[in-house]
């Protein structure tokens, strides 16, 4: 695996969703950087640039420049496998 870190997470310390995709991320050993879009100005620009003004959390940004909001375990395994 290349050493670049793979997906950036948006996210929020209050969201149920973005909790139960770390702990899956974290159970299968996938490297992510963490982006609390509460707390981090550029977080949140960016995630209403990717949103069309939404903040739909979490939403993941993958090494490609793609990006899917609140995507299923299945989905996240099959682009880290195409990345």
């Not at 990717?50 to 682009?79: C, F, I, W």
Request: proline share 6%; hydrophobic share 35%.
């Amino acid at each position: 695996m290349s050493t670049q870190i793979p997906i950036r997470v948006l996210n929020t310390n209050w969201c149920p969703y973005c909790r139960i995709l770390k702990d899956f991320l974290d159970n299968q050993e996938i490297p992510y950087e963490e982006f609390n879009v509460d707390e981090d100005d550029d977080a949140l620009a960016e995630i209403n640039k990717l949103q069309n003004g939404g903040r739909t959390v979490p939403t993941v940004v993958y090494a490609d420049g793609t990006h899917d909001v609140n995507p299923s375990a299945a989905r996240l395994m099959e682009k880290l496998a195409a990345v």
